[in-house]
């Protein structure tokens, strides 16, 4: 209110209700902004905390599993086993993230069979993938009998898997048993698409032939470019590489075909450091399988 005669202006007691109001209010506000950060920093503090024990215990587990696998079962004892035959599906995406799809038959020859150890590894170039589950991965056996699997090694670009028959192969079983193992890799083939080239290598026990050896790697139509695929191992007897294409929803996906039927253990030499220094390291394994190979984005 304005008093025009006294030369004074004053508020009118509800306006000034309002602006105490309103200062309160603000006061409130920022009181509650600096709790809501102390108890969102705090909060962040614990998830963290809650992280590293989930963590510290995840890996003392797969530590555990390893130590039991390497007790029970050291090396140079396993039990004897054949791989009657193994097939690799590689799809490569446009992303160049890929799906793994590869099946296994296997027989124990002499000693029961408890449980079958898998492992994935990536080059550089692909993306991390922190835990197993983010990978997808999914295990099954096609004969109807159960299984279970435990991580034994978690790393960025490396996993370790111990796949559990139950109940265990017995050498008397007429068939073999057959796991179905499936995973997605983020930018798995990320060298592939940056440097145009990519080497694949596979390796694998058996003490005895396997009837069929058999990876195909398809590139997703509308990618751009045209896949090529050359073994680089020494030639075996029998041995194929060939075009080939699959359906894949209301798609063909082209790709190669690399296959040897009845295929003997053995080794090759490395084509670079890495591959010499894995080759070293192996070499001790009395019976084996080693194939490698590169795909090419001309």
């Known amino acids: 209110m304005i008093e025009w005669n006294k030369q004074t202006v004053q508020l009118k007691w509800w306006l000034s209700l309002i602006l105490l109001v309103m200062a309160c209010l603000f006061v409130y506000a920022v009181v509650f902004w600096i709790r809501s950060e102390l108890f969102r920093s705090e909060y962040k503090e614990d998830i963290q905390k809650q992280g590293e024990v989930a963590n510290k215990t995840l890996q003392g587990m797969m530590e555990a599993v390893a130590r039991i696998k390497t007790y029970l079962f050291p090396r140079n004892r396993w039990p004897a086993v054949r791989v009657v035959s ?18 296994f038959a296997i027989k124990a020859l002499r000693d029961p069979l408890h449980f079958w150890e898998f492992e994935v590894w990536v080059e550089p170039e692909a993306d991390p993938a922190f ?67 990519e080497y694949w290598q596979w390796y694998q026990v058996s003490d005895e032939n396997a009837q069929s050896l058999k ?3 398809y590139l997703e139509p509308g990618a751009g470019r045209a896949l090529k695929c050359e073994c680089v191992t020494p030639e075996r007897p029998k041995e194929s590489l060939q075009e080939s294409t699959i359906s894949r ?41 080693l194939f490698a190979g590169h795909c090419l984005l001309p």
């Open 131 to 197: 835990l197993l589950d983010c990978l997808e991965f999914k295990v099954r056996d096609a004969t109807g009998h159960p299984q279970t699997y435990l991580p034994c090694m978690e790393s960025e670009r490396r996993k370790k898997v111990m796949i559990y028959f139950l109940p265990q192969v017995e050498s008397a079983e007429a068939d073999p048993r057959t796991l179905s193992i499936s995973y997605r890799w983020p930018r798995m083939f990320g060298r592939l698409d940056k440097r145009g080239q």
């Open 215 to 217: 990876f195909e790697f």
């Open 249 to 289: 929803g209301s798609a063909r996906w082209p790709g190669w075909i690399y296959e040897v039927p009845d295929a003997a253990p053995g080794e090759i030499r490395g084509l670079t450091d890495h591959q010499e220094a894995l080759t070293r390291t192996r070499r001790t394994a009395p019976i084996q399988f």
């Open 86 to 103: 193994m097939r690799y599906q590689i799809f490569i995406s446009n992303n160049f993230d890929a799906q793994v799809i590869c099946e």
